[in-house]
């Protein structure tokens, strides 16, 4: 059974704390994803991998940056975390240019 | 830049049929999906279709593509509760990336 999983479900951060996202898929995918998701706005990307050590940006990569040091696993940092950053944030996994994306069940981050 | 459109809310009567509607504006999409995402999970792939076709049936899905009018949509016939949930159109040219809408939140009433 395919598995991507997210360190935290729930996480309250204060405002300026350095933020910790953390994702891990055991299915060998060489790309790896984060999003947001927002109500009314669906999912946004934030950065996406294709590869350890790489990354791209998304379309809103503004106050976040990842790290893929190994492939199972995909860590987004909110180096400063503000109130704007509260939302529900999704990892996903793909292998190459498969139709199907695993989503992690999301972790839902509230910034006070 | 690309845009995929939804309406937010759908209920519908347990048994009846479930109609969830999507626009997209990238003309060059070659494939449009259809993914659910129930309370509490992430987001599953539902079903997609190849720019190319303009139906594909799987079980109690039809979805149905027009593509003059860049126009998606998802029938799912006798809805029942376990069908409530929201449903997200995405796009995808043919690179690695996805566009999501912003999902429509299904609601099936007894």
């Known amino acids: 059974d395919v598995k991507v999983t997210q360190s935290s479900r729930y996480l309250v951060k204060r405002t300026g704390e350095k933020v910790f996202l953390e994702c891990v898929q055991d299915?060998?995918?060489?790309?790896m994803f984060w999003y947001r998701q927002d109500p009314g706005l669906g999912l946004r990307l934030i950065y996406f991998?294709?590869?350890?050590?790489?990354?791209e940006k998304g379309d809103i990569p503004e106050g976040y940056s990842v790290s893929r040091e190994k492939k199972e696993r995909f860590s987004l940092i909110l180096e400063s975390a503000s109130t704007n950053q509260t939302s529900m944030y999704l990892c996903?996994?793909?292998?190459?240019?498969?139709?199907?994306?695993?989503f992690g069940p999301g972790t839902r981050l509230t910034v006070t | 830049g690309e845009d995929v459109e939804q309406s937010l809310f759908l209920s519908v009567r347990e048994g009846d049929s479930s109609v969830i509607n999507c626009t997209y504006t990238?003309?060059?999409?070659?494939?449009l999906y259809w993914y659910k995402q129930e309370p509490g999970a992430g987001l599953q792939l539902l079903t997609y279709?190849?720019?190319?076709?303009d139906m594909k049936q799987d079980q109690r899905l039809t979805v149905l593509l027009n593509k003059k009018d860049k126009h998606l949509s998802l029938r799912i016939a006798d809805t029942q509760t376990g069908d409530s949930a929201i449903y997200f159109c995405?796009?995808?040219?043919?690179?690695?990336?996805?566009?999501f809408g912003p999902g429509t939140r299904l609601s099936v009433l007894p």
């Open positions: 996903a996994s793909r292998t190459g240019a498969a139709h199907e994306q695993y």
């Open positions: 299915m060998d995918h060489e790309n």
């Open positions: 991998s294709y590869d350890v050590k790489m990354k």
């Open positions: 990238d003309s060059s999409s070659t494939y």
């Open positions: 279709i190849f720019s190319n076709m």
């Open positions: 995405a796009e995808r040219e043919g690179g690695q990336n996805f566009v």
